[in-house]
Nanobody, 123 residues
Framework: QVQLVESGGGLVQAGGSLRLSCATS????????MGWFRQAPGKEREFVAA????????YYADSVKGRAKIYRDNDKIPVYLQMNSLKPEDTAVYYC????????????????WGQGTQVTVSS
């Protein structure tokens, strides 16, 4: 069993930056593809970014492309999401997820999910 714990959220002004972290407790011997989703009030959870097991492949939602970077140290957890040029529409609870493949991650079918960290961007 893998427990994921997100951190790094907070209140930031529009145009600012945040780095979200996803750490784990529990069994970490297996490599996992990882990703981030977010859910704004009244909206469905949406894909933000994903990274392959070895960290060589990354994927981004169009809404954050060019402003976000997901990275990890090879196959290790933690995984980070650097968000720049933040906009009020980025306000959401951000969730970390882990799974066997980036295909599963991107479709929202990761095996494990964290509890989320709140990101609020003020205008």
């Amino acid at each position: 069993q893998v427990q994921l714990v997100e951190s790094g959220g907070g209140l930031v002004q529009a145009g600012g930056s945040l780095r979200l972290s996803c750490a784990t407790s529990g069994r970490t011997g297996s490599m996992y593809a990882m990703g981030w989703f977010r859910q704004a009030p009244g909206k469905e959870r949406e894909f933000v970014a994903a990274i392959s097991r070895g960290g060589t492949a990354t994927y981004y939602a169009d809404s954050v492309k060019g402003r976000a970077k997901i990275y990890r140290d090879n196959d290790k957890i933690p995984v980070y999401l650097q968000m720049n040029s933040l906009k009020p529409e980025d306000t959401a609870v951000y969730y970390c997820t882990a799974g066997d493949t980036t295909i599963l991650i991107r479709s929202g079918n990761g095996n494990y999910w964290g509890q989320g960290t709140q990101v609020t961007v003020s205008s």
